[in-house]
């Protein structure tokens, strides 16, 4: 069992930046790949951002790359997704997932989810 708690949402005007935290606890955090989804009012949930259990390995959804940069820290506990040049359409609920089978750009492949946390981007 891997608990997930996001932190770090808010209001933020278009351009700024903002860094998501995700602490996890429970079983060994180094076992599981992460990641980070959202999901906009009336849309389904995407894919954001994605790290492997060491941090080699990254993937990106073509909408953030070049904006967004997920990383880790084994030794906290911890999955980031630093968000630099929001757009409007960054709004959405955020949300880190943990997947034993490694990384995944694929919702049905990650097994354990925190309760997201909010991002509003003005224009």
């Known amino acids: 069992q891997v608990q997930l708690v996001e932190s770090g949402g808010g209001l933020v005007q278009a351009g700024g930046s903002l860094r998501l935290s995700c602490a996890a606890s429970g079983r060994a955090f180094s076992d599981y790949g992460m990641g980070w989804f959202r999901q906009a009012p009336g849309k389904e949930r995407e894919f954001v951002a994605a790290?492997?259990?060491?941090?080699?390995?990254?993937y990106y959804a073509d909408s953030v790359k070049g904006r967004f940069t997920v990383s880790r820290d084994n030794a906290k506990n911890t999955v980031t997704l630093q968000m630099n040049s929001l757009k409007p359409e960054d709004t959405a609920v955020y949300y880190c997932?943990?997947?034993?089978?490694?990384?995944?750009?694929?919702?049905?492949?990650?097994?354990?989810w925190g309760q997201g946390t909010q991002v509003t981007v003005s224009s």
């Open positions: 790290i492997g259990r060491s941090a080699k390995y990254t």
């Open positions: 997932a943990a997947n034993h089978g490694g990384f995944s750009a694929t919702m049905s492949t990650y097994t354990y």
